[in-house]
């Protein structure tokens, strides 16, 4: 996790008019004892069903790597950041940013939002949409969100 000084000096100078720099951490796994219930279910119901129809270890291990893959984002820590670049996410010391310009559409759900580069929202968008955790900042995420877009001029986002 950064520092305030780090990001201050990777920001360079942050405007005076705009709301601080947010940023929390998410790992689904560990904090949402429901993500980590659904992982090790569906990871026992797999080795199980995967042993009783081939009782082969070998189609064991696949099986259960097929389900860690696809439970990939629960299992792996990300930094969020929402700042004036945009929405930030680092996983690894990757950083993938997603500039304010680029959002077309926000999808406010129980958990997070989903962040659309279309305007009009189809069930097969949020399968490329990218999603963003609230974590504890439902409220200040919601906030940045309204700022940020409604400076670049939109007016219903």
Do not use: C, N
């Not at 000084?5 to 601080?20: A, H, K, S």
């Not at 560990?30 to 279910?41: D, G, I, K, N």
């Not at 940013?97 to 189809?122: E, H, M, N």
């Amino acid at each position: 996790m950064s520092t305030a000084g780090t990001i201050t000096r990777r920001y360079e100078q942050l405007p005076d008019d705009d709301p601080p720099l947010l940023e929390w951490d998410d790992w689904p796994i560990v904090h949402e004892p429901f993500t980590a219930a659904v992982f090790v279910l569906a990871l026992a119901a797999t080795s199980l069903g995967a042993w009783t129809v081939t009782a082969r270890l070998l189609w064991v291990f696949v099986a259960d790597a097929l389900i860690v893959l696809s439970f990939l984002r629960a299992l792996l820590p990300a930094t969020y950041r929402m700042g004036p670049q945009g929405v930030e996410r680092t996983v690894f010391g990757r950083l993938h940013r997603i500039p304010w310009q680029t959002i077309r559409a926000v999808r406010i759900g129980d958990r997070g939002v989903f962040l659309l580069d279309t305007k009009r929202f189809s069930p097969v968008d949020a399968l490329r949409a990218v999603f963003v955790p609230f974590g504890p900042y439902r409220e200040a995420v919601l906030a940045r969100l309204d700022y940020y877009l409604a400076r670049r001029g939109e007016s219903q986002w």
